[in-house]
């Protein structure tokens, strides 16, 4: 196997001897850097906001910088603690309690900030979703979770189908409501009103903290369950990996939607005391470059497609910003190309350091440290305190340089909990002999670096989301000319993989170009606009198993021009 191998990072680094303290770890060291160490009793937003803001030294420096459009503001961390002290007496007196699922539907604002740490104050479960969500992605997720109550604006809430969903109680709607009724509140009024006192619930360390929702290959979209003691993994990862130290201003791309948007875009960061830089609005080389100089950034967290996307934006551009206070990049999501690591060295005279997790694992567990030697295209190894190995399909452990399925022992501190509702879900994580099973396939070298190869199952990752080709299926279907569907990740230059869908069209119907654009809006306008099919192809048939499942392995066949392999359970 050859790889292109990086000499080392030089620097003052947390973890220099990565050896060393493989061997001597222990989660239980960490947690007692924490005030929650004796009580046993602990909230993730007081350790996050208000143990700085009680810190003389640190009350005064600024927590959260916040930018778009015209809207330009910052935050300490004593104004953070009034803030989410607000917001959670607001929720409080609506009769918000411990473990009630609270949802967030807005885009980056700071009000969304103050909205999901106040919902923690008050021992909520939160549960954020991505502003592009459309009616069928919101109702699946409020749906599912039972939630009691939803923070969403104006023009959001005309996607929430309430007829659906006898438990929603209360909606808080920031940006203005006419007339507070019928269980819609107005959170901004009601946020300046509210005390700035409160006193956090005190929850136990498995209580209940957050839920995302995520994509499998199969069924609806499934809510991966985390616990306040997740922070300890959270907070030692923003150490060790992202390297955060005092001084520093960071910035995490990712929206708050997604689990790299709270683990890494509020969590960690508070956790380790920096500033954090929020920056709304779409992807735009300009801004994004504005944004690193504008703040002095000095670690930044982003994604491949980012990368990608910056990188075709010319190296001209560039020159009119100043990132000299750049000194840390790091990347998650999806394959970090080591074309796309080569320009980084160019580009910022800096090693983009790639991470691997996964919703389900609520934190890093495969990372590039500081210290560490690269070697562009690998993953990097595993944290201290987390074992991960190659198995394979009976969960036996292989050898270096064999392919098998990525797998991690459980358990570690910010590992989900619970599969929502779905405990079978849950439990069949762990199926062979007990291993943590990622979806993901990769090889170990003998120098212990993990190498991402692909996903086991047709789970689509595009543009570093993940998608799930059921939910787009399924949706497909409902659309009156559509038949079948099958759903596959096309190789993308840019975005990894977009979605391309095979279609097979009800009697009555002709393949049109009208057609595949009603198709693809009809997508668009129920689930969300990344998940529509950016192609359409449609056929007379799909390739089906004998009891009627899409093989989409033949259809990425095709579409690949690649050997269709066993068709012995395809229909005729
Ligand atoms: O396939 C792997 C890919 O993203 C999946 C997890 O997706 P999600 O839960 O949305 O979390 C993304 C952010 C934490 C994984 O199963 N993935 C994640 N990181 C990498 C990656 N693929 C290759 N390289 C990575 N560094």
């Not at 001597?24 to 208000?50: C, L, P, R």
């Not at 411990?98 to 939160?126: N, Q, T, W």
Request: charged share 25%.
């Amino acid at each position: 196997m050859k790889v292109q191998t990086l000499p080392p990072t030089d620097g003052n680094y947390n973890l220099q001897d990565y050896e060393e303290a493989k061997q001597n770890f222990d989660w239980s060291e960490i947690e007692k850097q924490f005030s929650w160490h004796e009580t046993g009793k602990v909230n993730m937003a007081y350790e996050a906001i208000d143990r700085h803001a009680e810190n003389p030294d640190k009350q005064n420096q600024v927590a959260l910088h916040y930018l778009d459009g015209s809207r330009k503001e910052e935050y300490t961390f004593a104004d953070m603690k009034k803030y989410t002290n607000k917001a959670a007496n607001v929720m409080k007196e609506a009769g918000i309690q411990k473990g009630d699922r609270v949802f967030i539907f807005m885009s980056r604002s700071p009000e969304l900030y103050f909205a999901l740490l106040g919902a923690i104050k008050v021992g909520a479960i939160v549960g954020p979703l991505f502003e592009a969500f459309m009616e069928g992605a919101v109702r699946d997720r409020l749906e599912d979770s039972e939630a009691k109550a939803l923070v969403t604006t104006p023009q959001l809430v005309e996607r929430v189908p309430f007829d659906d969903l006898p438990n929603l109680e209360t909606v808080f709607i920031h940006g203005g409501v006419d007339d507070e009724k019928g269980g819609f509140l107005d959170f901004d009024a009601r946020l300046q009103q509210a005390g700035s006192d409160f006193e956090p619930e005190w929850v136990d360390r498995e209580d209940g903290l957050i839920l995302h929702y995520t994509s499998g290959s199969t069924g609806k979209p499934k809510g991966v369950y985390h616990v306040h003691n997740a922070m300890i993994q959270h907070y030692q990862t923003a150490k060790w990996v992202l390297d955060l130290k005092d001084g520093d201003v960071y910035w995490c791309t990712a929206d708050p939607g997604w689990v790299t948007g709270t683990s890494y875009g509020i969590f960690g960061p508070w956790l380790a005391g920096v500033t954090n830089v929020v920056r709304g609005g779409r992807f735009s080389a300009q801004d994004w470059y504005d944004t690193l100089d504008r703040y002095n950034v000095s670690v930044w967290y982003s994604a491949p497609t980012a990368f990608r996307m910056l990188m075709s934006a010319g190296d001209e551009l560039m020159k009119d910003y100043d990132l000299s206070s750049l000194r840390h990049i790091l990347s998650v999501g999806e394959p970090l190309n080591p074309e796309v690591v080569r320009w980084g060295e160019k580009a910022f005279n800096l090693r983009i350091h790639d991470t691997w997790w996964m919703t389900e694992t609520g934190a890093m567990m495969i990372c590039n440290y500081p210290a560490m030697t690269i070697k562009a295209g690998s993953m990097g190894k595993p944290i201290p305190g987390v074992y991960g190995a190659i198995v394979d399909d009976q969960g036996n452990e292989l050898p270096p340089n064999r392919m098998g399925n990525l797998a991690i022992k459980p358990t570690w501190p910010s590992m989900m909990r619970a599969i929502w509702n779905r405990k079978e879900k849950f439990d069949s994580y762990f199926e062979l002999n007990g291993w943590y099973v990622s979806g993901d396939s990769a090889y170990m070298d003998e120098d212990g670096y993990f190498w991402f190869q692909g996903r086991v199952d047709d789970v689509i990752m595009t543009a570093g989301e993940r998608v799930g080709p059921f939910e787009v299926e399924s949706k497909l279907v409902e659309h009156p000319a559509v038949g079948e569907a099958g759903v596959i990740g096309k190789p993308d230059p840019v975005r990894g993989e977009i979605i391309k869908a095979f279609v097979a069209l009800r009697e009555g119907y002709e393949p049109s170009d009208e057609l595949k654009e009603e198709i693809q809006s009809f997508v668009k306008k129920e689930l969300a606009g990344h998940v529509a099919p950016k192609e359409i192809e449609f056929r007379k048939s799909l390739p089906k198993t004998r009891s009627g499942k899409i093989m989409r392995r033949v259809l990425k066949a095709w579409e690949l021009d690649l050997p269709t392999g066993d068709l012995s359970t395809m229909e005729d």
